[in-house]
């Protein structure tokens, strides 16, 4: 009688090496979907924190202006993570690493006096960080940061994944951002449009010239405390009644 064969178990690097191309594979999806940028982030944390084994996930983004960074996605409940504040640009972990546009990985925040939010750590349970930048042709926009609960030497695969992830955000980002962009523009375009048809309308009817019928929807549109584009609508409209 034949034996059967024993069929060995995938090891448990092969299990989080699927892990992870699954979470990668979620995060490209969520890329091309039609999803608001915060639900795509918020997927990106949620998705990450899972495959990481980690405790709090967040994504930081950078605000130019105030050379600070701030929280925009979390997968935590915790009110006092997420209210944490802002961090300067080159101040604690996060800091540096967006200063530095380089991987940083802590074994104990708890303890370590880089870290500005010791205590939150030390009531959340928060341990072992990395984080890493998000950057768009070598500018960083922001960092992604994973917590474990317990000490935790992150290997340099765990870095790739977070690295790789870190980039998928960055793309999101900035496909919104260009998205956001051009609709902009276009709605700029389309009110100059309907602001020259509602001036050119107004100085024939009214025998004036453009400079002038462009003067007086001006002061129409401070005294109503209406936009110019809905005044010049309200022209145009007019004029159509009357037809």
């Known amino acids: 009688m034949a034996k059967s064969k024993k069929i060995t178990p995938p090891s448990k690097e092969i299990v989080d090496f699927k892990r992870q191309i699954e979470a990668l594979s ?10 608001y940028l915060e639900d795509v982030l918020r997927l990106i944390v949620t998705v990450t924190a899972e495959v990481m ?21 979390t997968q935590s409940v915790s009110d006092e993570y997420n209210r944490k504040p802002n961090v300067k640009l080159g101040e604690g972990i996060a800091g540096l690493v967006a200063a ?8 104990d925040v708890r303890y370590d006096p880089r870290y500005a939010n010791g205590a939150i750590a030390r009531k959340e349970g928060l341990c072992s960080l990395l984080c890493v ?29 977070l690295t790789t992830v870190a980039a998928e955000a960055a793309i999101v980002i900035e496909n919104y951002d260009l998205r956001h962009q051009t ?8 009110t100059r449009k309907i602001l020259e048809r509602a001036k050119d309308m107004l100085s ?33 409209l007019a004029k159509q009644i009357k037809r």
């Open 26 to 35: 979620k995060i490209s999806r969520a890329i091309s979907s039609d999803l």
């Open 133 to 161: 930048p998000m950057s768009i042709k070598g500018k960083v926009i922001g960092v992604l940061n994973c917590y474990t609960p317990a000490i935790h030497d992150f290997t340099e695969t765990e870095i790739a994944v």
């Open 204 to 236: 024939r009817d009214a025998g004036i010239s453009g400079e002038e019928a462009y003067r007086r929807m001006q002061k129409q549109s401070m005294d109503t405390r209406k936009s110019m584009r809905e005044i010049a609508e309200a022209v145009i």
């Open 183 to 190: 609709k902009k523009y276009a709605e700029e375009l389309e």
């Open 100 to 107: 530095e546009n380089k991987p940083l990985s802590v074994l």
């Open 53 to 73: 084994g980690s405790k709090v996930c967040s994504l930081m983004l950078l605000d130019e202006k105030k050379k600070e960074l701030v929280i925009r996605a």
